[in-house]
């Protein structure tokens, strides 16, 4: 997969980028095994970006990352992680880290809010202690949804130096929500910016922020095109989530329209889903997160397979007709 820049940095990543947070056990536990088999699919597949976070398992994800690229070129591939959220001794585990943080995962930690430049000194060094390596080549400060005042202030700022002083790549944001970002873009120094489930098939309310990343020369990293589990199957079921919860009735069948326009194209609904995103310039790559080799493989075929004109015509179409339509 060739790999596109990312702003005026010299990182570049592949147009599919291997998210990790299943590798924390999110939601479900996932054997060292089949994480690392997941990482060596993505690596035979072309894939050369992965991201991850400290948030993700409790720093487990960027373990078991960190060990499955271990004996890779350094040179060949580039790693993502966020600042934000310390990771301290809990003073009162319960056992898991389900109910609080999503991951299936003993909570001997808890995450602490820290967007100070200090916070994310001491972050980005545990990370990379975790991780196994000497430098990370994106960083993104993470969901700072309550705290924008503070990573404009402190957090990229810090980040900037560090960038400027060549200990780290890029620099960037990563959120769920389209605001707080149209804001980071607008104010600070920052080469990419993540926004997760905002620009997929079935829901581009990112379009404001695609274009203000375009204007200033910031790359766009699309995470979660599969809207949570929406988009992840030919034809979503009913039980289907979207944004980690249930999906309602009117996005379901909104989703089955798209589905119903892939299959009379003779593809899948995943397929135009993990695509789309990659149709508008200012989006370097897409992130979806994997929990095996199987699901990798999928999503690399369709990354590398475009859909024709005619099939993006009939899916715009179909969007439009849901309130969804093209920006």
Request: proline fraction near 7%; hydrophobic fraction near 45%; include cysteine.
């Amino acid at each position: 997969m060739t790999g596109r820049r990312i702003g005026r940095t010299g990182v570049r990543v592949s147009p599919l980028g291997f998210g990790a947070a299943p590798l924390g056990n999110l939601y479900t536990p996932v054997d060292d095994e089949r994480a690392r088999a997941a990482v060596e699919a993505a690596w035979d597949a072309g894939v050369r970006y992965f991201d991850t976070a400290p948030h993700y398992g409790l720093g487990l994800s960027e373990r078991r990352l960190g060990s499955a690229l271990a004996h890779r070129p350094r040179t060949e591939f580039t790693v993502s992680t966020k600042v934000g959220r310390l990771l301290e001794p809990h003073p009162a585990p319960t056992g898991s880290d389900l109910t609080a943080g999503g991951f299936a995962v003993p909570d001997t930690l808890i995450r602490r809010a820290d967007y100070s430049r200090d916070g994310v000194l001491r972050s980005l060094d545990a990370s990379l202690a975790r991780l196994g390596l000497d430098r990370v080549d994106i960083v993104y400060v993470h969901d700072p949804d309550d705290h924008l005042d503070a990573a404009l202030d402190h957090a990229l700022p810090a980040l900037a130096d560090l960038r400027d002083q060549g200990v780290i790549g890029a620099v960037g944001v990563g959120m769920n929500t389209v605001a707080p970002l149209l804001r980071v873009v607008a104010e600070a120094d920052v080469d990419a910016v993540m926004v997760a489930g905002r620009w997929t098939l079935i829901d581009r309310s990112a379009g404001p922020l695609l274009e203000a990343c375009a204007r200033r020369g910031v790359s766009v990293i699309a995470a979660a095109p599969f809207n949570s589990g929406l988009l992840s199957r030919p034809r979503p079921p009913d039980d289907a989530s979207f944004d980690y919860g249930p999906a309602s009735e009117a996005l379901l069948r909104r989703a089955r329209r798209l589905a119903g326009v892939c299959a009379r194209h003779g593809t899948v609904l995943p397929h135009a889903a993990v695509r789309f995103p990659l149709r508008d310039p200012a989006v370097a790559g897409v992130v979806a997160g994997f929990r095996s080799a199987h699901e990798v493989l999928s999503a690399a075929r369709w990354v590398s397979d475009d859909l024709t004109d005619a099939v993006w015509s009939d899916l715009d179409a179909a969007a439009e007709a849901t309130g969804d339509g093209p920006r």
